[in-house]
């Protein structure tokens, strides 16, 4: 009998919690426009012995302009959570608003870049970047001289009429990057996008990615398993337990932009990353 109450205490403790953190999520959200809004969604799946239950009231904000990463043990639901997002899957409870306006069930309102650069191999590299203007019905001689510009402007200048095979994974994870900065959704969804990069690569796109964000200010969900990545490139930062995944934490960060690769020797950052590893454990 104790130990039932026990139990029921516990599942009762674990949804005032939730509920909090709805109430602390819904009360910040009110000062600015969102990008993403996502309220208390459940998401299960069929598994041999039964439901497997895999995202537990989640509830998260993205505000127009800002960057946020998703920290997470693996399958812990975070590409679910995206699948959800682009709506090619409808969660069992809660809603997912973009604009303001509910998706749940809806694809086309977001871009999104894979972990793999998913460039399409028969097509040219312009021909890649300018694919998603393309099928929104723009004529591809205009689209082409756009993208021209904007490949001299990510250091793909002479690449144009190249094919994916023929460049580096740098090379093609920017063009990627392009592909989905170019689409005409304003949200961008990046899953791991430098995930399969070595590691020399992947500061170096770090780096990048950051200088070309904080020129254009996409609103941007991230997905990340690298703390240090996560604290460099973000304004916030949503921590997920393991499965089922719920918020453990919103974290805003509080460091100032322009943000270069020495932030990651400043106290401050090496404190924050303990304090979120400590929240992982």
Do not use: C
């Not at 090379?171 to 969804?189: G, I, K, V, W």
């Amino acid at each position: 009998m104790q130990h039932v109450e026990n139990a029921k205490f516990k599942q009762d403790n674990q949804q005032d919690v939730k509920l909090q953190q709805h109430v602390q999520q819904r009360d910040a959200d009110v000062d600015s426009p969102l990008a993403l809004h996502i309220d208390m969604v459940d998401m299960s799946f069929k598994g041999t012995k039964g439901r497997v239950q895999v995202l537990d009231g989640i509830s998260l904000s993205v505000r127009k302009g800002e960057f946020v990463s998703l920290l997470g043990p693996s399958g812990s639901g975070k590409s679910t959570l995206f699948h959800l997002i682009g709506g090619l899957l409808k969660p069992e409870a809660g809603d997912i608003a973009i604009h303001g306006k509910s998706v749940v069930g809806e694809t086309g309102h977001v871009s999104y870049m894979p972990q793999q650069a998913a460039l399409f191999p028969w097509r040219t590299i312009e021909d890649n970047v300018i694919l998603g203007q393309e099928i929104a019905g723009r004529g591809k001689r205009e689209l082409r001289a756009e993208a021209r510009e904007w490949l001299r402007n990510v250091g793909l200048e002479g690449y144009e009429r190249a094919y994916p095979h023929m460049l580096s994974g740098g090379m093609q994870q920017r063009a990627a990057f392009l592909r989905a900065l170019l689409s005409p959704h304003e949200l961008m969804l990046l899953d791991e996008p430098f995930s399969a990069l070595d590691a020399l690569t992947r500061s170096d796109m770090q780096r990048w990615l950051v200088e070309l964000w904080e020129r254009h200010r996409r609103s941007v969900l991230f997905i990340t398993h690298s703390i240090e990545e996560a604290l460099l490139l973000s304004d916030a930062i949503y921590v997920l337990s393991a499965r089922p995944a719920s918020v453990l934490q919103r974290i805003d960060v509080p460091f100032e932009r322009p943000r270069r690769e020495e932030l990651q020797n400043d106290p401050k950052f090496l404190r924050m990353k303990q304090d979120i590893q400590a929240l992982l454990r």
